[in-house]
């Protein structure tokens, strides 16, 4: 967990809690690294509960994954895809998706879903959105399309946050700056902030 | 990888940057070491990533010595040699240019690449036995790429698909295994899919000129390619003839932009999550500014329509600084 030996129960809460964080499996939802995720995730709590000496769940991070056993639609053979998905078998799930003639709200919905894991973001978003657009009250497929363009968008964050933390020497200048407008703002007045300019 | 992976130099520290040089160099001496010293003339800084972050891996120090070359013959150089990593990128990069070669051979008919596609044959055969799945995988996902190029596909997606799969199969070093392996094999897909889309997007003047095909030419301009045919020389264009391609290069460019942006940003962002998930050992700083400033940096420059500029001197300017991310503020 990166603590090092004899560190405190708050230590080892606060570093548990940035790692809860990091590997949350919600982040990266959609994709095959949600299964590396959990296994982390899993690690950290085994990690935890061992450094807090008992074995009791509580307080620790339990999954709640998202499963794809949803079975809204009385056709069978989306139910066989959902199966597929289930054990993560993709692949096959993609192909019996593929000979079905009946394409509804549903198929589209699934076909997003699968070439979302596939790295097919462009596809992916289209038939999502379909999907959402043919059956607008379907509270799973808005969920989908949510995660999916959220999953997209949080590279925006995860920069900005670089940028906060990468070591920045702009911040000296304009504290200089800030210093000789006070100062002129004070002479302006009468008197001196700053004596030798 | 035709060079769009790199670091973004004025951010770098100058350790960081000789060290990644040393890698760079390693590879090359590498090649020579390994396939013979024509093979070093295909050294390219893909390699050096490739080396650098499967390095990144393992816990052990590299060897780095202190090395002239002939390049440089006065000053030795820090190179690192003699590590897993940078001898299978050496031979990662051996294999990609001598298809490479062969590719422009066959498209283009360049007498030169048919003579030095024949004197890598011996390496790439030498290479081929050394690691017969990548190089099984690289033949593989190319002929699937020749399938589709061929078959004028206009789907983005379907298109970068085989290009990403071949990245995926050589990024991860044998020696990566297990869960490293699939969080490598995911962060190779959607960094190959961004190198394509990257390529294809600032290739869309040349292609129309040289009427070769181009996925976004062929989606967002059905007619666009065959404007004139590619035996009339850019001098014999007429004027009249010349305005009409720059108007469908701008609107292919502006027409694609929306699309290529968001594949783009959802591949950086796939880089970045999977790149999380990596037990980096060592070099760190380094990578985060490859995937969280360099790559980005790339894409905003070649979404500008500034693509050749390396992010050396431009990287200082103001409006650089504010495309590669955020606004450092500054006086």
Redesign the interface.
């Known amino acids: 967990m990166g603590v090092r030996p004899g560190a405190t129960q708050e230590e080892i809460k606060e570093a548990y809690r940035k790692l809860v964080k ?2 949350h499996p919600d ?2 939802a959609g ?3 949600e ?3 959990k ?2 995730m899993q690690e950290v709590n085994e990690a935890y509960e061992i450094l807090m000496g008992h074995r009791s769940n509580n307080g620790s991070y339990s999954d709640s994954s998202s499963s794809y056993g949803y079975s809204g639609g009385s056709v069978n053979i989306f139910q066989r895809v959902r199966e597929r998905m289930r054990v993560g078998d993709f692949a096959q799930a993609e192909v019996l998706l593929d000979n079905i003639r009946d394409r509804s709200a549903e198929w589209y919905y699934l076909k997003g879903i699968i ?1 979302w894991r596939k ?5 992916a ?1 289209s038939y999502l959105q379909t999907a959402v657009n043919m059956d607008p009250s379907n509270f799973e497929y808005r969920d989908a399309l949510d995660r999916f363009n959220d ?6 964050q ?3 946050y ?2 906060r933390t ?1 070591r ?1 020497d ?1 911040d000296c ?2 504290l200089c ?1 800030m210093l000789y407008c006070a100062d002129c703002l004070c002479e302006c007045m009468g008197g001196d902030l700053l004596t030798c300019c | 990888m035709f060079g769009y992976v790199q670091p973004l130099k004025p951010e770098l520290k100058v350790k960081e940057f000789s060290l990644y040089r040393g890698y760079y160099c390693g590879v090359c001496k590498a090649l020579g070491r390994l396939y013979g010293q024509p093979s070093r003339f295909t050294v390219t800084y893909d390699a050096a990533f490739l080396a650098f972050i499967n390095s990144a891996l393992t816990e052990d120090e590299e060897n780095i010595s202190l090395e002239r070359c002939a390049v440089n013959p006065l000053r030795p150089k820090p190179i690192v040699s003699f590590d897993p990593a940078v001898n299978y990128a050496a031979a990662v990069n051996l294999i990609m240019a001598y298809y490479k070669l062969k590719d422009s051979w066959h498209d283009e008919k360049n007498s030169f690449s048919l003579l030095a596609s024949w004197v890598l044959r011996p390496s790439a055969m030498r290479m081929k036995k050394a690691y017969p799945e990548i190089g099984d995988a690289v033949a593989k996902q190319l002929g699937r790429l020749a399938i589709l190029e061929a078959e004028k596909a206009t789907s983005i997606d379907e298109v970068s698909h085989p290009f990403a799969k071949l990245i995926s199969a050589v990024l991860p070093a044998p020696h990566v295994k297990g869960r490293q392996r699939r969080v490598m094999e995911w962060l190779g897909y959607n960094l190959g899919k961004w190198v394509y889309i990257v390529d294809a997007y600032s290739d869309i003047e040349s292609d129309i000129a040289s009427g070769s095909y181009n996925v976004l030419i062929a989606k967002y301009e059905k007619d666009a390619s065959p404007l004139f045919p590619s035996s009339i020389t850019a001098v014999h264009v007429n004027r009249q003839q010349r305005e009409k391609v720059d108007t469908s290069i701008s609107s292919i460019r502006e027409k694609s932009k929306a699309e290529v942006e968001f594949i783009l940003n959802a591949c950086l962002a796939e880089i970045g999550k999977a790149f999380e998930l990596l037990d980096i050992k060592k070099n760190g700083a380094l990578l985060e500014n490859i995937i969280y400033l360099g790559l980005p940096y790339k894409t905003q420059m070649m979404l500008n329509g500034r693509g050749e500029s390396d992010g050396s001197i431009q990287g200082f300017g103001r409006k650089a600084r504010c495309n590669a991310g955020g606004d450092k503020g500054g006086l």
């Open positions: 990091k590997y982040r990266f994709t095959d690294l299964e590396v995720a296994e982390k070439l790295g097919w973001y462009s596809e978003s999953s997209v968008n949080r590279y925006r995860q920069q900005q670089y940028h990468s920045d702009s200048c304009r700056a």
